[in-house]
């Protein structure tokens, strides 16, 4: 199971929402083997940090309707809508966006992502995200 660090499941409730979604991946699937919420790091990429197969620093941002054109990656800094957040290179970064405007062409996880300078987009409209999710298993037990 995973450590509850500082500050843990402090923060705003998409985030809280991706943290249980990870873990509850890591319940089902057995491919993660420790999540850290608040992630002690250099950079500020620190709202997840997952160890499975290769280990992942994830930020989490609940911006709605982001789109690709928002995102500004310079260096070691990702720019959303104004907000700057730093990143160590050396690291694994993902960057989870409450968002359903960012084509993906790419899986992180098995969530639709893409790959920017070298870190995985991950976009997630929670709503759309559990209506399909229901609806698949509602035709699953109807057959």
Do not use: W
């Amino acid at each position: 199971m995973g450590k509850v660090a500082r500050n843990a499941l402090k923060g705003y409730t998409f985030q809280h929402y991706i943290f249980t979604l990870f873990l509850a991946k890591m319940d089902s699937d057995r491919a993660i083997k420790k999540i850290e919420s608040e992630a002690i790091t250099d950079g500020n990429f620190d709202d997840l940090y997952i160890e499975a197969n290769e280990n992942y620093r994830i930020q989490v941002k609940n911006y709605p309707n982001t789109k690709l054109d928002d995102i500004v990656i310079t260096g070691d800094s990702v720019r959303i809508k104004g907000n700057s957040n730093d990143y160590s290179q050396k690291e694994n970064n993902v960057l989870i966006i409450n968002t359903d405007q960012i084509h993906t062409d790419s899986e992180f996880m098995g969530f639709p992502s893409t790959i920017i300078n070298g870190i995985v987009i991950v976009p997630v409209d929670l709503i759309n995200y559990f209506q399909r999710k229901l609806a698949l298993r509602y035709l699953e037990f109807c057959d």
